[in-house]
């Protein structure tokens, strides 16, 4: 996912995953796009979805570009509902 996120034209990454930290942060990764503070989170643990927003949980207009560019890849296209 980190990969993924730096490919995005604009992303500037701020923290990355550290060695075995799935084990014990949902929240493994920080980005700026655009000015806006991101976090990634896998909330259960299990590699199967993730949570991507804003730092301070607001609605942002740059969420939907860094959305739509994760969903070109063709590897990321699920949103949530």
Do not use: H
């Not at 949902?26 to 000015?35: A, E, I, P």
Request: glycine share 10%.
């Amino acid at each position: 996912m980190v990969r993924a996120v730096s490919q995005i034209p604009g992303v500037k990454i701020l923290r990355r995953p550290r060695f075995f930290s799935w084990v014990r942060e949902d929240s493994f990764c920080d980005f700026v796009l655009d000015g806006v503070g991101y976090e990634v989170e896998e909330p259960f643990g299990d590699n199967s979805r993730f949570w991507i927003g804003p730092l301070d949980r607001e609605p942002r207009e740059t969420t939907e570009t860094l959305l739509d560019e994760l969903s070109r890849t063709g590897r990321f296209g699920g949103r949530a509902k």
